[in-house]
């Protein structure tokens, strides 16, 4: 065991098909949808903005950041040492990337790139856990290190997701002890 962050102890690496990214993974499947239904039906999907609503918005980010991951993951495993591009927000919002399809569409999309892409790197043997590609930005990076990178990427729009749950519906409503809190979605 090795330390890890925050001083708790890590397992060792595991073989890319055990490693943590696919426990979490396996274990999360059913999150997101959960996510999506209880935030469907809250005010986070109303259309006070042009947008469609701050759910809607998110669950955009959210599959467009899993298409990113999912296309780099096919291209390490395919290509040998690919150039990975840094990924541009800049010019995803101008190209309207984030402001298409409704939440509902978002998950579903969500959910098959998920699914086939897991399907892909679960019948992976170990060894393919150090293939590389090359980000333009970061330099050599294998394909362990990016999945543990979209594993915590993952979570962090978890994260965001209930943070915009408890922003519009829960917080407007708690009275004095709003000043206790400060949500950030």
Avoid at 156 to 169: D, F, K, V
Wanted: proline share 7%.
């Amino acid at each position: 065991m090795k330390a890890c962050p925050g001083g708790a102890l890590c397992n060792p690496p595991l073989p890319a098909i055990c490693s943590p990214p696919f426990r979490y993974w396996k274990r999360r499947r059913a999150c997101w949808k959960r996510c999506f239904a209880i935030c469907r039906g809250s005010c986070c999907t109303g259309s006070r903005r042009r947008s469609g609503g701050p759910f809607r918005r998110c669950s955009r980010t959210s599959l467009r950041s899993e298409q990113v991951y999912a296309e780099r993951a096919l291209r390490m495993v395919a290509e040998e040492s690919p150039a990975l591009m840094k990924y541009d927000l800049a010019g995803a919002v101008l190209r309207g990337e984030y402001s298409r399809g409704s939440a509902g569409e978002n998950l579903a999309l969500f959910t098959r790139t998920r699914r086939s892409t897991l399907a892909l790197l679960v019948g992976l043997p170990a060894s393919a856990s150090a293939r590389t590609g090359v980000h333009l930005e970061l330099g050599t990076i294998t394909l362990s290190e990016m999945l543990n990178d979209w594993a915590n990427h993952d979570l962090g729009h978890l994260r965001q997701i209930a943070e915009l749950y408890r922003a519009c519906s829960f917080h407007p409503y708690s009275g004095p002890f709003m000043k206790y809190s400060n949500p950030q979605p």
